[in-house]
């Protein structure tokens, strides 16, 4: 079940779990975010879902438990989920060069994986992301060797979209 109207943490839409048996409801999801859509896949016994939680609407899933993972890493958005019996893919319907389409997506097995590094001054911190890509760097305005700014123009040449949160204090 989705909550869709008021009645979320904060008025925002989650997902819940509701027993036939005792009627009784367990929240799935939660948190200031929107979850829609929800579709039961019973091939991965997971429902997919489409949610906000990342500033730009992917593909989610969550168990029975409540163990949710982020299924697509797509810089845009999809909607409406839909997954194909016996077919690892699943089709969204997302919008594209100023219209709305349907898409078949496979889950990207590589946003499972939650993937972070630290680095002590500006200068490691560009070779590690030179290495691998982030879709966020929080990141000091004084560092030793590499002040942040300069630091935040050259990660801005490499990758212009990426989000970045600078600090200092």
């Known amino acids: 079940s989705s909550d ?3 009645g979320g943490e904060h008025a925002a839409p989650n997902l819940y779990r509701v027993s036939l048996a005792d009627r009784h409801i367990t929240p799935l999801t939660s948190g200031r975010w929107i979850d829609e859509s929800p579709r039961w896949d019973p091939d991965e016994g997971r429902v997919l879902f489409a949610s906000d939680r990342d500033g730009t609407f992917n593909l989610y899933s969550v168990d029975t438990l409540g163990n949710a993972r982020r299924e697509t890493t797509l810089d845009g958005g999809v909607f409406d989920p839909v997954p194909i019996p016996g077919d690892h893919r699943v089709l969204v319907s997302g919008f594209e060069n100023f219209s709305w389409s349907i898409f078949m997506l496979a889950p990207d097995s590589a946003a499972h994986i939650e993937t ?4 002590r001054n500006g200068n490691e ?6 290495g691998e890509a982030f879709d966020l760097v929080l990141t000091d305005i004084l560092m030793p060797e590499r002040e942040g700014i300069e630091t935040i123009r050259e990660l801005r ?3 212009p979209r990426v989000r970045i949160i600078a600090m200092s204090g």
């Open 116 to 119: 972070y590094a630290l680095a």
């Open 157 to 159: 040449q490499l990758a």
């Open 125 to 130: 911190g560009l070779a590690k992301f030179r």
């Open 4 to 6: 869709r109207a008021h």
